[in-house]
């Protein structure tokens, strides 16, 4: 268990790598613990040796949609740091992406549901009782494909207008004592963000920024000030909200010529 119990606790699901990376590391440097939980485990232990100077992170291998894992990386949180503070539920794949809906398997449907649904439910589930305890926020990630649709896009965008639901469901049903948001990003670019293995330098053209009305492709330190506005005492009258961080695309109107 870390000596400095003082300092309030995170956990991250998907902290490994892209936006979850992003935000473990806005924690850390605004001076939390941060338990990384990620399926990866290789991305884990590295991240969390990478930032381990700038503060006290750790990670647990965690497959989101296996109850077991959950249960497991929240007493890990627990055991290292002695409370919970903050819950960010990232972790989420696109497994189905560009499979037409006649041809998606039963199967690739249920993968994608169960982790980015199934597990957020999950997370709320084993952590609310110790969110209780220090009056404590969630934090889940959705999209913005919870509101607008590319084609062969349905589990994905299902399992995402999900978790905006869920969001509120947990706001009414949790609160006072803990309060649950979601963030939805648009068009994050995450290639610097990945294990060694698999970083890269990001392929962006100008039009895929001029597109944006912000004028830019948004990065993942975008999303984690959002986040850790949210999970600070400034946010504390902020509740059951979806807060939309996509440089204004959602706003905008586009028509074929």
């Given at each position: 268990?870390?000596?400095?119990?003082?300092?309030?606790?995170?956990?991250?699901?998907?902290?490994?790598?892209?936006?979850?990376?992003?935000?473990?590391?806005?924690?850390?440097?605004?001076?939390?613990?941060?338990?990384?939980?990620?399926?990866?485990?290789?991305?884990?232990?590295?991240?969390?040796?990478?930032?381990?100077?700038?503060?006290?992170?750790?990670?647990?291998?965690?497959?989101?949609?296996?109850?077991?894992?959950?249960?497991?990386?929240?007493?890990?949180?627990?055991?290292?740091?002695?409370?919970?503070?903050?819950?960010?539920?990232?972790?989420?794949?696109?497994?189905?992406?560009?499979?037409?809906?006649?041809?998606?398997?039963?199967?690739?449907?249920?993968?994608?549901?169960?982790?980015?649904?199934?597990?957020?439910?999950?997370?709320?589930?084993?952590?609310?009782?110790?969110?209780?305890?220090?009056?404590?926020?969630?934090?889940?990630?959705?999209?913005?494909?919870?509101?607008?649709?590319?084609?062969?896009?349905?589990?994905?965008?299902?399992?995402?207008?999900?978790?905006?639901?869920?969001?509120?469901?947990?706001?009414?049903?949790?609160?006072?004592?803990?309060?649950?948001?979601?963030?939805?990003p648009g068009w994050i670019e995450t290639a610097e963000w990945q294990k060694k293995s698999s970083r890269a330098a990001p392929q962006l053209s100008r039009q895929d920024h001029s597109q944006h009305p912000a004028g830019r492709v948004g990065v993942p330190g975008d999303v984690a000030a959002l986040a850790a506005w949210l999970a600070s005492r400034q946010a504390e009258f902020v509740t059951g909200q979806n807060f939309?961080?996509?440089?204004?695309?959602?706003?905008?109107?586009?028509?074929?010529?």
């Open positions: 268990m870390s000596t400095d119990q003082a300092k309030p606790a995170a956990m991250v699901t998907g902290g490994a790598q892209g936006i979850g990376r992003a935000i473990a590391e806005r924690f850390i440097k605004n001076g939390m613990n941060v338990m990384i939980a990620d399926c990866d485990e290789e991305a884990g232990r590295e991240t969390a040796a990478e930032i381990e100077e700038q503060g006290n992170p750790a990670a647990v291998a965690c497959d989101v949609a296996a109850e077991p894992d959950v249960e497991n990386a929240v007493a890990e949180a627990v055991h290292r740091f002695g409370r919970l503070d903050v819950l960010v539920c990232n972790a989420g794949i696109t497994d189905s992406f560009g499979v037409p809906v006649t041809e998606l398997a039963l199967e690739q449907w249920r993968r994608v549901i169960d982790v980015n649904l199934t597990g957020c439910f999950l997370c709320a589930k084993h952590g609310a009782p110790l969110l209780t305890k220090t009056r404590g926020s969630i934090i889940n990630i959705a999209s913005t494909r919870a509101l607008q649709s590319e084609p062969h896009t349905e589990a994905y965008s299902a399992s995402k207008g999900g978790v905006v639901a869920l969001t509120h469901a947990l706001a009414v049903s949790l609160g006072p004592k803990v309060r649950v948001n979601a963030i939805s939309v961080i996509d440089g204004g695309m959602t706003r905008k109107m586009i028509y074929a010529g």
